[in-house]
């Protein structure tokens, strides 16, 4: 061989090298890169694996800094953003988060219903998801989830290591809950009596025939659970520190992670003002109702889960008619498939109030199940774009549509022929609002826990809120380890309140009428994304 083709060669082979990676290759080696360490099959955060993983993270992002975004097409700009933020997001877990450090629900993994939005809510070890198995078990099946439930003693061993130095006193104080349940739930799932819930409904977790041999991984895994639940509340009262994130980095992770518009002090006032205009709402409804009796659902329980299917039925039907949903099977399917069923008085939280009178306005909340039909059957073509994105940065957009749609249903005609049922979405936004609030408090170190539950249910009308109640503290403490999830609702709502505004506006300057069903459908068409990129998508034509 002569030394010129050589030197070309050469030359050849070092400019290739120097080809920076297309922004597909840079999600797909960073999506890996979000994957813990696995030793011996337990997910590895000790200290050592952190660090590891924080020089993932900073060789992702070299990669993604040197990208051009000039030379970007718009759609591709987008998902740069996004990319952008979830790299973010991991840097706001390991530098102010630390859940694996501070939290002990994040060592919470066995769940046995499917989340209403697109992923699990709040930071979590990587989870036993028993509803995505069919039941009964095939051969496969049953040796991956023996396997997956056998890690569980040995992490929650690490678990005890890893928190060792965590002050945050209300993550200790309210952690041992998450474990009483997951206990609970593995004793059913022994019994064969547990219940899952998915998109596609609700059914048994059958362990017959090779599920017998699962047992005693679920005994091993049940008896690790209710141990480390013992633990949790005896180091609770040693743990004496303070456990938000404090105003600065929420507002460092509002901007970066989730997109959003507001910091703390601007979603204090905007929360303030959903919670007085839902209290002036239903207040003056109630008045226009005066003459009207009252709401009631049946209180024999087979009526009762009969019209509360038609119910769902009929809001389904109310979103094809209004064009806001295409007529799809899946799309009737999904929220029939989760309807609410009969609870006695005196087993009824907040939404239990309200569906005891109507659940439509929570069938209207449930838009989430649409979603979730939407990415199961019509995936967006986008890769980047077609999962969940990481550390819940669809908060906002998931919650706050679903919150917008109990009050663009009412405004669009559901109570038309239920005027008291007007009330309750009045209700159910003041409940939001509250919640809301509180949990913003709680970020900003001004409230503890218990606090931000008698201020959540004072704020909640009819008394339907009872701060001692396992909802509130749920939701309290879900919003305390998901820095930003309890303002969502409403942060998120406000945001699609200024979308819809916008093309009201260029409807109007367009001498044409206002498109419901266009507007949903341009809402839908990027993906469920940070809202704040919507408009920049519609933009870029995405719609």
């Known amino acids: 061989m002569s030394l010129l083709p050589l030197a070309l060669l050469l030359t050849t082979t070092v400019a290739a090298a120097q080809v920076p990676p297309t922004l597909d290759a840079i999600a797909t080696e960073w999506?890996?890169?979000?994957?813990?360490?696995?030793?011996?099959?337990?997910p590895d955060y000790s200290?050592?694996?952190?660090?590891?993983?924080s020089r993932r993270l900073a060789a992702t992002r070299a990669k993604l800094m040197a990208v051009d975004r000039a030379r970007l097409a718009p759609a591709a700009a987008i998902d740069a953003a996004l990319l952008d933020a979830e790299m973010s997001g991991l840097d706001f877990q390991l530098r102010v988060v630390r859940p694996w450090a501070r939290d002990p629900g994040f060592y919470a993994t066995v769940w046995a219903e499917q989340s209403d939005v697109p992923a699990h809510e709040g930071p979590n070890a990587p989870v036993v998801d028993l509803w995505r198995f069919d039941y009964p078990l095939s051969t496969s099946d049953a040796a991956r989830l023996r396997g997956q439930l056998a890690a569980v003693p040995a992490l929650l061993d690490a678990a005890r290591v890893n928190l060792a130095d965590s002050q945050a006193h209300d993550l200790f104080a309210y952690g041992a809950r998450a474990f009483h349940d997951q206990a609970e739930l593995l004793a059913q799932l022994e019994a064969g009596t547990l219940d899952l819930r998915s998109l596609a409904g609700h059914r048994r977790a059958d362990l017959s025939g090779e599920g017998q041999r699962l047992l005693p991984a679920i005994r091993a895994a049940r008896i690790a659970t209710e141990q480390f639940a013992k633990w949790v509340e005896a180091e609770a009262p040693r743990r004496t520190g303070v456990s938000g994130v404090g105003r600065a980095?929420?507002?460092?992770?509002?901007?970066?992670v989730y997109?959003?518009?507001?910091?703390?002090?601007?979603?204090?006032?905007?929360?303030?003002?959903?919670?007085?205009?839902?209290?002036?709402?239903?207040?003056?409804e109630e008045v226009r109702n005066r003459a009207l009796p009252p709401l009631a659902m049946p209180e024999d329980a087979a009526a009762f889960d009969r019209l509360s299917r038609q119910k769902a039925e009929r809001f389904t039907q109310f979103l094809i008619d209004r064009g806001m949903v295409a007529d799809r099977p899946w799309y009737r399917a999904a929220i029939p498939a989760q309807s609410a069923q009969y609870r006695a008085p005196a087993e009824r939280d907040f939404f239990g109030h309200v569906v005891a009178q109507d659940p439509l306005p929570l069938y209207s909340h449930f838009y989430h199940w649409i979603e979730?039909?939407?990415?199961?059957?019509e995936p967006h073509p986008d890769p980047i774009r077609q999962g969940p994105l990481p550390f819940n940065i669809w908060q906002d957009r998931s919650e706050g549509v679903a919150t917008a749609m109990e009050e663009l249903?009412?405004?669009?005609?559901?109570?038309d022929d239920l005027p008291r049922g007007r009330e309750l979405v009045w209700i159910m936004l003041a409940n939001r609002a509250a919640r809301g609030l509180a949990s913003l408090y709680v970020q900003d170190n001004?409230?503890?826990?218990?606090?931000?539950?008698?201020?959540?249910?004072r704020w909640t009308p009819r008394g339907w809120s009872d701060p001692d109640n396992r909802l509130v503290g749920f939701e309290q403490l879900l919003y305390l380890r998901q820095p930003g999830y309890g303002a969502s609702y409403i942060v998120g709502k406000i945001q699609l309140d200024d979308l819809l505004a916008r093309e009201a506006e260029r409807a109007s300057r367009a001498g044409k009428p206002?498109?419901?069903?266009?507007?949903?459908?341009?809402?839908?068409?990027?993906?469920?994304m940070p809202l704040s990129l919507v408009e920049r998508a519609r933009e870029a034509g995405e719609h």
């Open 31 to 42: 999506r890996a890169a979000l994957a813990p360490v696995v030793v011996d099959g337990v």
């Open 47 to 53: 200290a050592a694996a952190v660090a590891r993983w």
């Open 249 to 256: 980095d929420y507002d460092w992770a509002a901007r970066n």
């Open 259 to 284: 997109l959003s518009p507001y910091d703390w002090a601007a979603q204090e006032v905007l929360l303030k003002r959903e919670l007085s205009r839902a209290w002036a709402g239903l207040a003056l």
């Open 372 to 377: 979730l039909a939407r990415m199961a059957h």
């Open 409 to 415: 249903a009412m405004q669009a005609g559901l109570y």
């Open 446 to 457: 001004r409230m503890t826990l218990a606090e931000a539950g008698r201020f959540h249910a």
């Open 514 to 528: 206002f498109d419901a069903a266009a507007a949903i459908a341009t809402l839908a068409a990027p993906g469920i």
